[in-house]
């Protein structure tokens, strides 16, 4: 497979999560394993360009796939890193909501909220269609356990960068 | 929060996955969208020696439009049936049920009939596959055959470890019946987006009604008690007691409870939340 564009290659058990292949062997740090079992979202990254959670996920069956975490999210956003900080638009968004405070979560929102943006752009991008409206965003943060924010704070930074 | 250690293989197509599963009966588990059985194998609540995983097996992920039904791979996932024009066309209140499944990520890799076959109590798609009249296909060692979902659904069971479900069986395709009309699906959760306590699905088609129940029972409910009761009153919803009545009737077992919903409770808002869907399908069927 590749991960975040470098390509892997690793014989592994069966039993071997692609969240843990990713951390312990694809060195991608950003891939963050929290409840392990599917409730939490953190560890969501992108396969072959689907939002996926890597804790539900057998490395095997990411054989030569092409698997992408936080650190492509300016390619899933579609849009450049920029500024003194080098954040993408999302990433810029977060900061200036006040959407993390921990920051355990963040990742996972980060990759799935990328593609969920791109998903709803291409849909807006049809006359006709209005860009997501707040139900959407809630059904997509219903994927995602943040303890810190209260969500409040993510919806607004989700919402100020849609068109 | 791993899984124990297992065998695994990937087969390419239906008939080698059916040779396994005749193998090694109970030992094996059939993975799909893996967002049901993953959770089970992490927490060590299922543990198989052999995992066949179906993902690259070619053609099941196809939704296909036939005289009288739609016929759905055992990949087609979630979302991917809820965004299709000819399932929204063709078979009333499926869509609108599926919206309530899981959230956008769970629903992009969870597959229909891995939710179907999982038969969760409370779960949503058993009691609108049973209501719906939907079939399976189910492809056993030496045979192919079709059988209503109310006769495996119907049964309590995880992964066809009931009787539902011979282990070596393997569930290829679901069918739904082709049924256009208007639909209303509301629930109560603890949590948007994790199981119901309980859900209803109400349909409109030709003046027929038809109304899905989760969470009352063990297994999802077909209510044709509470469904004459409806199309009586269209497009006027009924009132809850006149539902509450209607409901006993419709009942197949015991009322079950757990800690979090006692059974009083679902007795209680299984009508209200009845009457909600039926009054979402009535303002659907006269817009």
Known sequence: MTVDDVPRRARVRARYLLSDFLREQAGAGGVHVACGHGVCGACTVAVDGIAVRACLMLAVQADGAHVQTVASLSALEGAPASGRDGLTPLQAAFREHHALQCGYCTPGLLVSTALFMSQHKAAAALPGNPSPRRAAILDHLNGHLCRCTGYANIIAAIESVLP | MKPAAFAYARPASVTDAARLLAQHGAAARLLAGGQSLMPLMARRLVCPELVIDINRIAGLDAIEVLASHIRMGALVRQEQALRSSVVRECVAGLAEALAWVGNPVVRQRGTVIGNLVANTPGSELPAVAIALGAEFVVRHPDAEVTVPAAALLGVANLFGAGKGLPPEAMVTHV??????????????????????????????????????????????LSCPSMARIIARDFPQPPSASALAGALQDDLTGPVYGDAHSSARYRLDVAPLVSRRAAGLMALRAVA
């Open chain 2, 175 to 220: 069918l739904w019946p082709r049924r256009p009309g208007a639909a209303g699906f509301y629930e109560v959760a603890r949590r948007d987006g994790h199981a119901p306590v309980v859900s209803a699905l109400v349909t409109m088609s030709n003046d027929e009604c038809r109304v899905a129940v989760s969470g009352v029972c063990a297994t999802g």
